[in-house]
């Protein structure tokens, strides 16, 4: 199913998804980001969104502007945020400091060579982060996107495509739930 024909499934409540779904996969929709930046965000949020007919679509949308490598970058950060996005909530929202002292034992080796750009890896993190709710990791990412000399305006527009990107995933389920 192509992105088109799943615009079209969302229902009518969601009009506003559909006029926004459409808006932030382009340049001009998106401030300060690529069209490949676009692909490998809205690829890395629909697959932390979990619906699997807008992550096939946006997959093979998003093959026309960032190669195989980009693309498996964006399936990285969407693994590795997968967890880390778990388990530092958990460090931040348990409220005893001592977590914060422990090491996390995690193997996150992926992260220094994620496949594609560092700063596209960045951005498609902080969007996972964004749709799975860690504010740890939000923070981190936005900080190392702003000292990689990244502006306010291009994270924002990752984060919109995200919020975007997980809206539509769940409007879409619920229309498939519904009927």
Known sequence: MSLVDLKSQLPDYAKDLRLNFESVLTEGGAPGLTQKQIAVIALASAIASRYKPLTAA????AAQHASAEELNGARVAAAIMGMNNIYYRFVHLVGDAEYGTLRANLRMNAMANPGGDKIDFELA????SAVNG?????????KTLRKHGLSA?????????AAVIHAVA??????DVAG
């Open 134 to 142: 860690c504010g740890m990791c939000l923070e981190s990412h936005e």
């Open 125 to 128: 993190s902080l969007a996972v």
């Open 58 to 61: 946006i997959n093979e949308e």
């Open 153 to 161: 305006q291009p994270i924002q527009s990752a984060a919109r495509i």
């Open 170 to 175: 769940v409007a879409l389920e619920q229309a």
